[in-house]
């Protein structure tokens, strides 16, 4: 992604590398960066576009190998100073100024609450750590639903900065072993500790999987061994041609066919890369190919010239864009059109930037003459990342600060019978229930996972896999024999949390809160969010759902409290029995074992969709408008499996408690109820109006309401 596609000829009649420039290459990078481009603009149109960044990873093991190569035949050794000096030219000017750009934007078009992530990220990205810091937010599930930063895309850049780190040195090493033959064996076998580590961390963590460097190393490796073999790859200009045309189709195949629920990296991944090899082996004699009508035109030329500049600006001009386009968005969401217009400009952008930032950086004699100015221009750069980062981290808290005194201020008004739920209550009178929010940007004063001092630290029981999920939060007063109540399931249970502690402060109850984020408390065969879970999270699940059921009923509760994100976590049918009957078939039991037990059950419905239906900051992009993100009730709110089982059992311990009527009217469901947001992001309640369900809920389970 990051290195030029120029190989210089060496008269060393030792070299083994390609010699000259190679269009085939710098074509395959227009296809890559197409790719994840297309993909990113229309995710549902080029579902694997993805491929491409393991298409760079090929390309940039080759290129680098190749030049390294050169230098260690050459001279026996690498002049590490200066080789990292070119990367720093080559890559850091323009990463430096998307990254100042993009926390510029964040601060004059983001919302205040998305400051301190892009910040962070930002940071992160300068210091290419983001792939790491990627990994550690992808196992936590409040992380996984957040809005997308404007420096996510680093993660790749990260990679190979990390890569060109320590190859050199890896190379190197093994030559100075046992020559060429050292290196390939060295090569090989470190690509294949690489892989045998990839495919048993997809199986095991797929999502950290795809952003941790060792278990993408293999891919530098493929491209690193068809440096090392050189001319000895050269193939008669048929079997080059066939080879070309495998390793297009494995490429286009794999972007086409595979999707977010392809367990990829792993074993998979070995098509988008072999097909990158099978190409770059293609072309190693030099000779005119098939394609290279095509491959050789000016604008796929381009195209491939741009890729750099393009991949650092088309993500943040993707996320940025309904913001800055919020005037032209009926509910948020950005059409074909808008897209195409993105595309256009950041291609556009892309030019501007490697005319005079990459092409200039390489070449600007202050910084090209000395290998010291260069490093203390990077440090200069990080610097100034790190301080723009700050700046904008400081600012989100001072709003912090000021939300949670206005949050303050709403609860004191929360009397009114015109505030959040309340004003969708029969006979309420209020003038206009879906008039606009007095807050719109959702930050931590909303956030629906607060907990109260009261319930202190997660304990060390009730584990899944290692994590915490359960506290208790007690308000019994030291009660000899206190009501006990229990808040189970996953995140969708963790958003009435609440108006639960408002109710298990008023009542005097022990309240005990147990969560495990994407995992449907029901004994079904799990396959995850859409069908994504690997086997490994499959049976964290469904351990962990029995266990807490079990220990549940052993804890003899006065009421238990449960809900989840049914809509979207399906049961592997194969048996042909759909999906309302696997989950009422998977919840009997538990709840049986509740209400033998003595415990009365409430299913809490899950609330009308939000980001699946409408743009997830609908509400912040129209301020003044919010019945602009009204959805029909029957799109926003579909058929739930589990509300479904609670109105099919014959259990009379179980009671649903059905809340819609308090997002909706008799025809829509909206954003804004009662001058409250009803959502804090995409799939989760605003603490605020959560908490004005309180009465709702209080006379649903037969206690008073006041």
């Known amino acids: 992604m990051a290195t030029q596609v120029r ?28 790719a994840v481009v297309v993909n990113h603009l229309w995710p549902t149109g080029l579902t694997g576009g993805y491929v491409g960044v393991d298409v760079f990873f090929v390309i940039s093991g080759f290129l680098i190998s190749s030049h390294l190569d050169r230098e260690i035949l ?21 990463a430096f100024l998307v990254l100042l750009a993009s926390l510029a934007a964040a601060y004059f078009l983001l919302p205040y609450p998305r400051w301190e992530a892009n910040a962070h990220e930002a940071l992160a990205a300068a210091l290419y750590w983001e792939n790491w810091l990627l990994a550690v937010n992808s196992v936590d599930y409040s992380a996984l639903t957040a809005a997308a930063s404007l420096a996510q895309h680093y993660w790749s850049l990260s990679v190979e900065e990390q890569f060109y780190l320590l190859w050199p040195l890896l190379l190197l090493l093994l030559f100075k072993i046992r020559g060429r033959r050292a290196q390939v064996v060295g090569v090989l076998a470190v690509g294949a500790a690489s892989l045998a580590f990839c495919v048993y961390f997809t199986e095991v963590s797929k999502s950290q999987a795809y952003f941790v460097t060792p278990g993408r190393v ?30 297009l189709a494995l490429i286009v195949g794999s972007a086409v066919l595979f999707d977010h629920h392809t367990a990829f990296p792993g074993l998979l991944a070995l098509v988008p890369t072999v097909g990158t090899g099978l190409v770059i082996v293609a072309g190693a004699a030099g000779e005119r190919q098939w394609h290279s009508v095509v491959t050789s035109s000016a604008p796929v030329q381009f195209l491939g010239n741009i890729s750099y500049s393009l991949y650092l600006w088309h993500w943040p001009m993707i996320v940025l864009a309904p913001y800055a386009l919020a005037d032209f968005l009926d509910d948020g969401k950005l059409t074909f059109a808008h897209r195409a217009g993105v595309l256009v400009a950041a291609v556009a952008l892309a030019w501007v930037s490697k005319r005079l930032v990459e092409d200039r950086g390489m070449t600007w004699a202050p910084l090209a003459n000395s290998t010291r100015a260069t490093f203390a221009a990077m440090v200069a750069g990080m610097a100034a990342v790190a301080l723009v980062a700050g700046g904008l981290t400081w600012t989100y808290d001072q709003h912090v600060t000021q939300a949670a005194q206005a949050a ?15 004003a969708l209550v029969p006979g309420s009178g209020c003038a206009d229930p879906f008039g606009p929010a007095k807050v719109v940007h959702m930050g931590p004063a909303n956030e629906y996972f607060w907990s109260p001092p009261e319930c202190g630290e997660h304990l060390d029981t009730y584990l ?4 915490k999920t359960t506290k208790v939060c007690d308000y019994s ?27 298990a402060r008023e009542n005097r109850w022990v309240l005990k809160l147990s969560y495990l984020g994407g995992c449907p408390f029901a004994r079904i065969p799990f396959v995850g969010f859409n069908g994504s879970a690997s086997p490994a999270d499959a049976k964290r699940c469904t351990d962990w759902t029995a266990m807490m059921a079990e220990e549940i009923a052993k804890d003899r509760p006065d009421r238990v409290f449960t809900s989840f994100y049914a809509r979207k976590q399906p049961a592997r049918d194969t048996t042909g029995r759909g999906q309302e009957q696997h989950y009422r078939d998977g919840l009997e039991p538990y709840w049986r074992r509740w209400t033998d037990a003595g415990a009365q059950v409430h299913v809490l419905g899950d609330p009308p969709l939000n980001g699946e239906v409408r743009a997830a900051d609908c509400v912040a992009l129209n301020p003044e408008d919010p019945v602009a993100c009204a959805v029909d009730r029957a799109v926003a709110q579909p058929p739930d499996p589990l509300g479904a089982a609670a109105e099919a059992t014959d259990n ?52 008073p309401t006041g």
């Not at 303050?408 to 309340?422: N, S």
């Not at 009660?479 to 408002?502: E, K, N, R, Y």
């Not at 059905?658 to 469901?669: H, I, K, V």
């Open 408 to 422: 303050r201020e709403a609860r004191a008004h929360a009397v009114d019978p015109c505030h959040g739920a309340a």
């Open 74 to 94: 050459r001279t026996g050794r690498v002049r590490l100073g200066r080789f990292y000096a070119r990367r720093v030219r080559r890559l850091l000017p323009a």
């Open 7 to 34: 190989a210089q000829s060496t008269p060393d009649a030792t070299s083994r590398t390609p010699k000259g420039f190679r269009p085939d290459i710098q074509a395959l990078r227009a296809v890559a960066v197409l």
């Open 477 to 503: 007063g030291g009660a000899p024999s206190p009501t006990v109540v229990w808040l189970v399931g996953d995140s969708h249970a963790q958003q009435w949390q609440g108006p639960l502690l408002d109710l």
């Open 218 to 247: 293999w891919e530098f490796a493929i491209g690193a061994l068809i440096a090392l073999a050189g001319a000895r790859l050269a193939l008669p200009r048929v079997a080059a041609g066939v080879a070309a045309a495998a390793g």
């Open 652 to 703: 009379p311990g179980v009671t649903h408690i059905d809340l819609t009527d308090y997002f909706c009217d008799q025809r829509q469901c909206y954003g804004v109820v009662g001058d409250v947001a009803v959502y804090y992001d995409a799939n989760h309640l605003n603490l605020e109006f959560s908490r004005s369900l309180r009465p709702m809920i209080a006379a649903a389970i037969g206690l």
């Open 464 to 467: 899944a896999g290692g994590r």
